[in-house]
């Protein structure tokens, strides 16, 4: 059974900080990985993919990849109170059309 | 574009009942799948399909049919509504087998 572990939350953070969302996998032979944000009562969006170990920047995400460790990071700089939401992470396998998601973090930003 | 729309956005049944979400893409996506997503169990896959003529079963298949009509439309039906089928349902679409899916806007279904 593959697993994707967060943490629940919820993280809070204040208004311009740096907000760390973590998670863990347990399959070893995962290829893609993945964050999702969903706003409440909204659809999951994707923000951030990233396929190779180290870092991948767009804008103030950045992911954070380490297959060594089946740990994958998005941090968020600058956080905004648009920011609250509930992150989800997501990995697939190699050539499979399948992702396991986490169960998501929920983020609150206080302004 | 459009991306993935869903249909309809909310729906009541009674036990018993039967009824047929419909999804369709815009993306000429190869791949679409069905999630249902409870409170405290995260997204959960239904039923996927890879290409246009194959489906498979994802982790919480029964109950539940699919059809992939097109490559545009996949359509998950319930044959006999139970309240344990409560749940908001999403459909996603993807390009190829790196696996970014993108989602349509959910249907809420409630079972009494």
């Known amino acids: 059974q593959k697993e994707v572990e967060q943490n629940s939350g919820p993280l809070s953070v204040p208004e311009g900080a740096i907000a760390s969302l973590n998670c863990t996998y347990s399959d070893r032979v995962s290829q893609s990985f993945f964050w999702y944000r969903q706003y409440s009562g909204k659809s999951p969006e994707l923000i951030m993919s990233?396929?190779?170990?180290g870092d991948k920047e767009d804008g103030r995400f950045t992911a954070q990849l380490n297959k060594a460790s089946q740990y994958v990071s998005l941090l968020i700089r600058d956080s905004q109170p648009s920011d609250s939401a509930t992150y989800l992470c997501a990995v697939s396998g190699a050539g499979s059309y399948q992702l396991t998601f986490g169960k998501g973090t929920k983020l609150s930003v206080i302004p | 574009n459009a991306g993935v729309t869903q249909t309809p956005k909310f729906q009541v049944l009674k036990t018993g009942q039967s009824m047929t979400l419909q999804c369709a893409q815009d993306m000429n996506h190869n791949s679409m799948y069905w999630y249902r997503q409870d409170p405290g169990m995260g997204l959960r896959l239904i039923y996927y399909?890879?290409?246009?003529?194959?489906?498979d079963k994802g982790e919480v298949p029964n109950g539940y049919n699919v059809s992939r009509l097109n490559k545009r439309e996949f359509s998950l039906r319930l044959e006999s509504a139970a309240p344990s089928q409560t749940s908001v349902y999403f459909c996603?679409?993807?390009?190829?087998?790196?696996?970014?899916?993108?989602f349509g806007p959910g249907t809420r279904l409630t079972v009494t």
């Open positions: 990233i396929y190779s170990n």
């Open positions: 996603a679409s993807s390009g190829d087998h790196r696996g970014e899916q993108y």
């Open positions: 399909s890879a290409s246009e003529g194959t489906t």
